[in-house]
């Protein structure tokens, strides 16, 4: 029997079910494998197919590629109705959009980039959410306490249920006030997800009358917003930017980068090349391909990967605010 050892490539036909990240073993044997962990989607764009006619062909074609990619994400936009693909950057989606017109023989509109940005809040804050008063009861008495706080680097938001775990509620029902306050934590007020933020539930009043799971998931959406109000914290996608450029052309390619919000972190030469290592706002990186080739006459070359998250210039917090984003 044929086999394949450790750094083989194997090609296996057939295989229906299985995406990017699968485990594949003898059945007599069996084996799980530590899972893959990929970085989050920083760009997105919105994708249509020319002829309304290929509407269902392009969301089975985004099916395929998102089964195989898993950093490739596709969605539909609750407010517009459109469909977004989401990427590592705009060579991801051009890619992805070639692929769709040259394997699949689909041809498709693509709308203008966006960042996914992300939201926080800029403070600790302790919060009393409460559900909204119903006509037969004079004080409704469903009460969620919250504490917010602010953490780098946490990742998406948490929820520690100590409070409920502390509370005479029955045990369906601490799952459910749970819940509310993970749902209601899902996006912020601008609508982009919600990062590094820890909430604390201390506390839980009910009655056990009229405290329904409806009124919990209220009382948890309330004690959210008030924890949000004036206290919102954009945060911008920053790629790590590695840029190899022949001496003579350093200092221009060095300037621009600097012009980009971009912090040089280290330079050093390689021969006759210089390489740049800086963290850069992706929002400012989508021309930079063909602005790197002018500079240089294309001789220079760069790698994006993504970063982290860090808080966005005031500018560009102010024009969300406005309904116009300012990158």
């Not at 056990?208 to 948890?220: G, H, K, L």
């Given at each position: 029997?044929?086999?394949?050892?450790?750094?083989?490539?194997?090609?296996?036909i057939?295989?229906?079910?299985?995406?990017?990240?699968?485990?594949?073993?003898e059945?007599?044997?069996?084996?799980?494998?530590?899972?893959?962990?990929?970085?989050?989607?920083?760009?997105?764009?919105?994708?249509?197919?020319?002829?309304?006619a290929?509407k269902?062909?392009?969301?089975a074609?985004?099916?395929?590629?998102q089964?195989?990619?898993?950093?490739?994400?596709?969605?539909t936009?609750?407010?517009?109705?459109q469909?977004l693909?989401?990427?590592?950057?705009?060579?991801?989606?051009?890619?992805?959009?070639?692929?769709?017109e040259?394997?699949?023989?689909?041809?498709?509109?693509?709308?203008?980039?966006?960042?996914?940005?992300?939201?926080?809040?800029?403070?600790?804050?302790?919060?009393?959410?409460?559900?909204a008063?119903?006509?037969?009861?004079?004080?409704?008495?469903?009460?969620?306490h919250?504490?917010l706080?602010?953490?780098?680097?946490l990742?998406?938001?948490?929820?520690d249920?100590?409070?409920?775990?502390?509370?005479?509620?029955?045990?369906?029902m601490?799952?459910?006030?749970?819940?509310?306050?993970?749902?209601?934590?899902?996006?912020?007020?601008?609508?982009?997800?919600?990062?590094?933020?820890a909430?604390?539930?201390?506390?839980?009043?009910?009655d056990?009358?009229?405290?329904?799971?409806?009124?919990?998931?209220?009382?948890?959406?309330?004690?959210v917003n008030?924890?949000?109000?004036?206290?919102?914290?954009?945060?911008?996608?920053?790629?790590?930017l590695?840029?190899?450029?022949?001496?003579?052309?350093?200092?221009?390619?060095?300037?621009?980068?600097?012009?980009?919000?971009?912090?040089?972190?280290?330079?050093?030469?390689?021969?006759r090349w210089?390489?740049?290592d800086?963290?850069v706002?992706?929002?400012?990186?989508?021309?930079?391909?063909?602005?790197?080739?002018?500079?240089s006459?294309?001789?220079?070359?760069?790698?994006?990967?993504?970063?982290?998250?860090a808080?966005?210039?005031?500018?560009?917090?102010?024009?969300?605010?406005?309904?116009?984003?300012?990158?």
């Amino acid at each position: 029997m044929p086999e394949g050892p450790a750094g083989d490539i194997v090609c296996v036909i057939g295989l229906r079910d299985s995406v990017t990240g699968d485990s594949l073993c003898e059945t007599q044997h069996p084996i799980l494998l530590e899972p893959i962990h990929f970085a989050d989607a920083v760009v997105s764009q919105s994708v249509e197919p020319e002829s309304s006619a290929d509407k269902d062909k392009l969301a089975a074609t985004l099916t395929l590629l998102q089964r195989e990619d898993p950093t490739f994400q596709v969605r539909t936009d609750k407010d517009t109705g459109q469909t977004l693909m989401s990427g590592m950057g705009m060579l991801h989606l051009e890619v992805k959009r070639h692929r769709m017109e040259r394997d699949f023989r689909l041809k498709v509109r693509v709308g203008k980039p966006r960042v996914s940005y992300r939201e926080t809040i800029k403070a600790e804050r302790r919060v009393v959410g409460e559900a909204a008063k119903l006509p037969a009861l004079a004080d409704p008495y469903t009460k969620v306490h919250l504490t917010l706080t602010p953490e780098r680097g946490l990742g998406p938001a948490t929820v520690d249920p100590a409070g409920v775990k502390a509370s005479d509620l029955p045990v369906a029902m601490q799952a459910a006030v749970e819940q509310a306050v993970k749902s209601a934590l899902l996006t912020g007020q601008l609508g982009f997800q919600l990062i590094d933020l820890a909430a604390t539930i201390d506390k839980v009043e009910y009655d056990a009358q009229s405290s329904t799971e409806a009124a919990f998931v209220a009382a948890a959406t309330d004690a959210v917003n008030k924890a949000f109000q004036d206290n919102v914290r954009i945060l911008e996608p920053i790629m790590k930017l590695e840029v190899s450029v022949p001496e003579e052309f350093y200092g221009p390619v060095a300037s621009d980068l600097q012009a980009r919000r971009a912090e040089i972190e280290s330079t050093y030469t390689r021969g006759r090349w210089w390489v740049i290592d800086a963290r850069v706002p992706l929002a400012k990186m989508f021309d930079y391909a063909d602005r790197l080739r002018s500079l240089s006459q294309g001789r220079a070359s760069s790698t994006m990967a993504p970063h982290s998250y860090a808080p966005a210039p005031d500018d560009v917090q102010r024009g969300f605010y406005f309904g116009e984003e300012i990158d």
